[in-house]
Structure formats: C-alpha cells, structure tokens
C-alpha cells in the first residue's frame, strides 16, 4: 500500500484507541467472567474494521459526536460473539497468537458469555429509537447464524461450488461489515441511494476482507497470522483457493489435492501450496479479491469529495494487501 494510504489510515489511531476504551467501559456487569473473557476476546487483537466502518460511514453523511464510538462497539461485540462460538464449534486452542477462551475457561462459559455479547450489542442499539437500525442489525445477525450453519454444513466438502462458498462468506462475514456502514449512512441521515452504497461496499469490502483471509490460510506467516498454515482447512474449512484448484487441476493432480486436504499434516503444507500455484489457484482468488475491491471502490463515488471518503479509499486498499 502507498505510503500516503499508510499516513491517511495513522490519523485513525485515535479512534481506534476511544472504541478500545468504549468496549471496555460498556463491559461492566455484576458477572466478573464475562468481563474477563470479554476482556480476553476483545483484547487480543483485532483491526477495529467495523467499528471503524460505522464510524466512517456516519461521519461520511453528516452525523458527528462523541456518541458514535459507544455505538460503534455494537459490531465489535457481534464479531467477538462469532469469534466466541467459533472457536468453540471448531475446537480451537490459538487465536491470535494466544490461547482460545474456550481453552481456558471451557466451552460452557464461552458459548454463554459470546450470548451476552450479542444480548449486549442489541440492547445498545434499541438506545437509538432508531426502528430501521434494529431492522438491518437483526437481519445482519440473523443471515450470520445461517451463515455459521451453512459453513457447518459444507464442513470437509471436496464438492462445495464457488457459489456456494460465496454465500458463506457473505453471510458469515461480509453481511456485518454491510450493516455497519449502512446504519451509519441511517444515523447520518443520508438518503435512500448513499445508505444502499455504503451498504453495497461494506458488503464488498466484507468479501475481499475474506477471500484475503482465506488466501492467507496457504501463504501467511504463522508469526503474524497467530495460528497455523492452513489451519482454516484442518477445521474442514475448503475455500476459494481450493475449490479453484480442484476445478483445474488434472486428474491426477485433483486426486492428490483431495488426498492432503483430507488428511493434512504439517509435512504435506508445501506440497499443498505447491499445487496451489501449479493450478493458478492462489493468483486467480487474488484477482477475484482485486475485483470485489474496485466494486466497492465504485460504491463511493455517489458520494463529494471528503476526509472519510480518502479514508475509504484508503482502508479498501489496506485490506486488499494485509499480510494478516
């Protein structure tokens, strides 16, 4: 990324650093565990992209105030809860380079304190009184759970098509980046064209963000990435890169894909990513990432020339060409 993107996004640091202090203040409950395992979750890293977005988005259509960071916590405290679930479904003992929760505390605890972090996102959002902002938040919610049941369901499937990986991920991951600008463009009083732009982009910036996650699965640094190479496909997760390769490669080179996939182990990595390259694979879910990138990109320019706009501009390329 330019290093002028690089300036641009520093300038965010300071807000970045308010959500950090709004999602611990808006922690406190009589139950100590859960602002424990919160704390634990919400501290150990993370980019702050949504609260970001809404943030952004809000800023972008005219609302400002110090309220927006409060509010913003809601789409963090949504991701931590999948974050919570996840790593439970999947057994999980690293994220982010540290220890799962669920490895510490047990999955019982986990799973009921990743319920008070969504009680605890909708209970902020009914503070605006805003009916539509409670429509598109259930909504958000709603196709995340289905998408968490569909990434259940294709769990270790060789024969899961691109179509249907794309609505996993837009359900699972790009619908929430969706909601968090879009009830920004709702706070910000925006009409019915720039709130369905900035709805449109969080959506595709929510695919790229994922199809890079997924491409980084096959060629990230561990250090950085704080977990394994191909983790994401020990826990059955098969994703563009794959289906792409399976779908290409020769006969027997698709036999020797699905054996590894089916039984990887740290020695067979190599041979994975070399196949990977082989088919084009890795290249090719790079441009579809590019692709979804110029999409949102496109998205903006219904809307003047701002600061938050050369933000945008400049997060759509930072998460086109993050190394974690």
């Known amino acids: 990324m330019a290093a002028r993107g690089k300036s641009i996004l520093k300038d965010l640091e300071k807000d970045v650093a308010a959500i950090n202090g709004a999602l611990l203040a808006n922690l406190q409950t009589h139950v100590p565990l859960i602002a424990e395992v919160g704390r634990h979750i919400l501290l ?18 005219g609302c400002q105030g110090n309220h927006l960071t409060g509010f913003s916590t809601i789409f963090e405290y949504l991701h931590a809860a999948t974050l919570l679930h996840d790593d439970v479904i999947d057994a999980a003992s690293v994220r982010r380079g540290a220890s799962t929760a669920n490895t510490i505390w047990g999955n019982q605890a986990v799973i009921l304190v990743g319920d008070f972090l969504l009680a605890k996102a909708l209970s902020l959002a009914v503070t605006t009184n805003k009916l539509k902002i409670l429509q598109v938040l259930s909504h958000a919610t709603t ?4 998408g968490e049941i569909l ?6 499937n060789l024969k899961i098509t691109e179509a249907e990986y794309f609505e996993v991920i837009t359900r699972k991951t790009a619908i929430l980046m969706s909601a968090a600008c879009q009830i920004g463009a709702i706070l910000g009083g925006a009409p019915p064209g720039q709130e369905d732009a900035l709805g ?16 980084l699965d096959y060629t990230g640094d561990e250090r950085e990435l704080g977990k394994e190479i ?3 496909l020990r826990e059955g997760r098969v994703t563009l890169p794959l289906i792409h390769a399976l779908s290409q490669a020769s006969p027997p080179d698709r036999e020797r894909l699905a054996a590894i996939a089916q039984a990887l182990t740290p020695e067979s990595a190599p041979e994975l990513r ?3 390259d082989k088919c084009g694979s890795l290249d090719y879910a790079r441009t579809v990432a590019r692709s979804y990138t ?9 809307f003047p020339p701002s600061l938050e706009k050369t933000y945008f501009s400049a997060i759509t390329e930072e998460l086109l060409a993050r190394t974690h």
């Open 294 to 302: 110029l999409t949102a990109q496109e998205n903006l320019k219904t």
């Open 230 to 232: 191909c983790a994401d």
């Open 151 to 156: 990434q259940l369901l294709h769990a270790g």
């Open 274 to 276: 070399s196949l990977l």
């Open 44 to 61: 150990s890293g993370g980019k702050r992209i949504r609260p970001l977005l809404f943030i952004l988005s809000a800023r972008m259509c």
């Open 143 to 146: 196709m995340m759970a289905e």
């Open 200 to 215: 449109q982009m969080g959506l595709n910036l929510g695919i790229t963000f994922q199809v890079v996650d997924d491409i």
